[in-house]
């Protein structure tokens, strides 16, 4: 088992360009999340999913948007990226409902100019 | 709301010194508690967790204790060693609902031979 795994690991991006972040579970987990991190401030949760076609808001969704089309892939979009985007994204996922442990990914580092 | 609060970091501490990162939760709920690692360039590793009152986590020689009257979950361990360097992040995360995790700011731990 793989795990959680993203991609890109890395990448810049000048503003206004777009992009989208891939996560991928090879657990069959159900539920889906993807955070950002950032200096002294934790990791917010941007969007989740608790199923498959399934998607939602979560603390920070602005600027961002998410697709849950397959079970095991859980992708987020910037549409137009700001300097304030600039950040660690992390993404989870977990089995079901009650007293799960998250698996966490490694984290993409996302740099806008 | 629902929110964590860590003491503020950074900790610096010698080997083999005792070692208390104190985490208090506010929760609407019936919260299950987690403390998170994350070493170096590394995405978070669940460190252990508590899924109700009283309840005792343990891992790696570390130990917290889930304390309702108080609304506590420290984190402790007797011995620290160089190889405990990293980011320690409490969070907590609601049975009923959308079962999100909601994280303290992370608390930044050194280890000096």
């Known amino acids: 088992n793989a795990g959680v795994t993203q991609t890109p690991k890395f990448r810049v991006l000048k503003t206004g360009q777009s992009m989208t972040l891939l996560c991928a579970q090879d657990?069959?987990?159900?539920?889906m999340y993807w955070y950002r991190q950032d200096p002294g401030m934790g990791l917010r949760l941007i969007h989740y999913?608790?199923?498959?076609?399934?998607?939602a808001k979560g603390e920070v969704p602005d600027g961002y948007n998410v697709s849950r089309l397959k079970k095991q892939n859980f992708l987020l979009g910037l549409e137009s990226a700001a300097p304030s985007q600039t950040s660690v994204y992390f993404c989870?996922?977990?089995?079901?409902?009650?007293?799960?442990?998250?698996?966490f990914g490694p984290g993409t580092r996302l740099l806008v100019l | 709301g629902n929110s964590v609060t860590q003491m503020e970091g950074p900790v610096t501490l010698s080997e083999e010194a005792f070692l208390t990162i104190n985490c208090t939760y506010t929760?609407?709920?019936?919260?299950?508690l987690f403390w998170y690692v994350q070493y170096p360039g590394e995405g978070l590793q669940l460190l252990l967790k508590?899924?109700?009152?009283?309840d005792k986590g343990s891992n790696k020689g570390f130990e917290a204790t889930y304390r309702k009257e108080t609304t506590s979950f420290h984190l402790e361990k007797g011995s620290v060693q160089v190889s405990d360097s990293a980011v320690y992040f409490c969070?907590?995360?609601?049975?009923?609902?959308?079962?999100?995790?909601?994280f303290g700011q992370g608390t930044r731990l050194t280890i000096n031979p």
């Open positions: 508590a899924t109700k009152a009283d």
């Open positions: 929760a609407t709920g019936y919260p299950s």
């Open positions: 969070a907590l995360d609601l049975i009923q609902g959308a079962q999100k995790l909601v």
């Open positions: 989870a996922s977990k089995r079901g409902q009650t007293q799960e442990t998250q698996y």
């Open positions: 657990m069959n987990h159900e539920y």
């Open positions: 999913s608790v199923g498959e076609g399934t998607t």
